[in-house]
């Protein structure tokens, strides 16, 4: 699987230009571009049928890397709210602070959820950076419908880039297929997410 664009959303003090950040944009990119498909392939090829294909195990195929190759922990419970904004999918420690990580598996709504936690993580102070992985518009039609994309997200970047923080960082990672395939079997929900590592 391949990045076609990088978008530092928010970026304010010295993260982007740490040596933390550089291993952990290295860790990400990593472990999206070791997500193939069909098994036991080099690049990640996938079926373009209309919304043809689950988006579950193209993500936990990314998480088993992080987790596995990387010491990402997965799943991670923050309290930084009254009410919890629930799990992030992976979290990174630095010092005394954590990196975020949500990978986008549903529609446009939970993107713009997705996007509020981390930002409401570095408003809170407790994520000292964040970054989300969503797909492209050429990506999208391929997978479950409706699901959350760069091109319908990118309208509302304006509103986080307003949020004032003292420091903190928020990266979007932008993914799409190598190739389409009609041959290739679709991926479907019950795939193992290991399988496309």
Known sequence: MKIVQEVSLISIGSF???SDWSIIRSEIRSAISLIVYPPG???FTINPTKHGNGVKPIKEACMTTLRDQFGWR???PIRYATKSPGK??????IDDYLFALEWETGNISSSHRAVNKLVLGLLRGVFLGAALVL??????PYLTDRIGNYEELEPYFDVWRAVR?????????????DQVD???PR???GTDGRALV
């Not at 992030?88 to 420690?93: G, L, Q, S």
Request: no cysteine; aromatic share 8%; glycine share 2%.
């Open 187 to 189: 991926i479907t929900k």
């Open 182 to 184: 009609t041959s290739v």
């Open 165 to 177: 923080i003292q420091e903190g960082f928020l990266a979007i990672f932008v993914i799409e297929h």
């Open 41 to 43: 392939t080099s690049s």
């Open 88 to 93: 992030v999918d992976a979290t990174k420690v």
């Open 74 to 76: 997965l799943e991670t």
């Open 16 to 18: 982007e230009e740490s």
């Open 135 to 140: 797909p492209s518009r050429k990506l999208y």
